[in-house]
């Protein structure tokens, strides 16, 4: 039995094993004495965090390369919900650069996909707004009379929602119109909108130390997903509850 229904076995495998490899090569690359000090580094904050965290100076430096890879791989895990959605029936993943993530043109759906809640904040949130409200508003747009999804995989609260996409302008001092066709969406829901499953996203988690597993042997690398696999789910189970 497949671990998804809407993707084969190899090709999931396929897919953990890109971010695994993407993660694994900037955790190597920020070890690097000159990739590690490519932006400087605040040297004051760095006395401080030491010093609260009691680390020496290597093992401060372990977590600093830890913390700069890991927007590397918030990133690339970015792109796997991006990649396993575009594998669900009727859906086409349009890739880095287009104009949209995702669309489903018998559905009449564009999404634009983003990991967490806080990838975008401020003005950018309206500019979202607004570039998604151009492409489905404008009668010379491609789609026009779609419905457009900014996607939160993991949301600000641990509640789902399908809603009105209405963030603050800071140009105007106030929110966006509320346009029903605009909405925010977090990942379960969204999971589920594009799968017919609502439990997609769990399933989805719940096999991944399993698949995880199986693609740092085909990678041929030593590795392996955590032993406490069931400890760390609590923390799904708080983002989505």
Do not use: C
Not at 1 to 9: G, K, P, Q
Not at 116 to 145: C, D, E, F, P, R
Not at 155 to 166: C, G, S, W, Y
């Amino acid at each position: 039995m497949s671990y998804l229904s809407f993707i084969s076995d190899t090709e999931l495998v396929a897919l953990v094993s890109e971010v695994l490899n993407k993660g694994m090569n900037a955790k190597n690359t920020v070890k690097e004495e000159s990739r590690f000090n490519k932006n400087v580094i605040d040297p004051f904050t760095t006395l401080f965090d030491a010093s609260i965290s009691g680390f020496d100076h290597e093992t401060w430096k372990e977590s600093e390369a830890t913390r700069q890879y890991q927007k590397t791989l918030t990133n690339s895990v970015g792109m796997l919900h991006q990649n396993l959605l575009g594998h669900s029936e009727g859906w086409v993943n349009l890739g880095v650069g287009s104009e949209v993530d995702l669309k489903n043109d018998e559905r009449k759906i564009i999404a634009e996909i983003k990991n967490k809640h806080n990838t975008l904040t401020g003005g950018k949130l309206a500019n979202q707004y607004h570039n998604l409200v151009s492409k489905i508003s404008q009668k010379s747009s491609y789609y026009s009379g779609y419905t457009a999804y900014f996607v939160n995989i993991v949301p600000r609260k641990p509640e789902r929602l399908d809603i009105p996409f209405v963030p603050s302008d800071p140009t105007t001092g106030s929110k966006v119109p509320s346009n029903p066709d605009v909405r925010i969406i977090d990942g379960a829901s969204f999971y589920a909108l594009v799968t017919g499953d609502d439990d997609a996203l769990e399933k989805l988690y719940s096999a991944l130390p399993d698949v995880i597993d199986q693609a740092f042997i085909q990678l041929g690398l030593d590795g392996k997903s955590p032993k406490d696999a069931e400890i760390f789910k609590q923390y799904f189970t708080k983002a989505f509850e």
